[in-house]
């Protein structure tokens, strides 16, 4: 979850979950330069989001959708009790309505 706090890291992510690319592909894609974009790469990596495959003289990342599916499938709890929460709040927000008409 720390590897997602970052915004550029999470852009890197919505990149590759369309389509591998090169480092060079993200910096042009990010408002950073192309060092800054490895280390969120190495980060991405060691976190087990990213993979790397060499390709000649180039590094292609994609994403690995594994990890992805676990933090999925822990939200999942959360997910059921903001929805229950929210059901809830929309009930009570049309009984205010009905109240007022």
């Given amino acids: 979850m720390q590897a997602l706090a970052d915004e550029s890291r999470r852009t890197v992510l919505q990149i590759l979950r369309d ?29 087990g989001l990213v993979q790397v495959r060499s390709e000649a003289q180039r590094r292609i990342y994609s994403i690995d959708p594994e990890p992805l599916a676990e933090l999925d499938e822990w939200l999942g709890d959360y997910r059921a009790l903001w929805q229950g929460r929210m059901a809830a709040l929309h009930t009570e927000i049309a009984r205010g309505k009905r109240e007022r008409s």
């Fill in 19 to 47: 389509h591998p690319a090169t480092a060079g592909e993200l910096a042009e894609a990010l408002p950073i330069a192309r060092p800054g974009v490895s280390r969120h790469l190495r980060v991405l990596r060691e976190a």
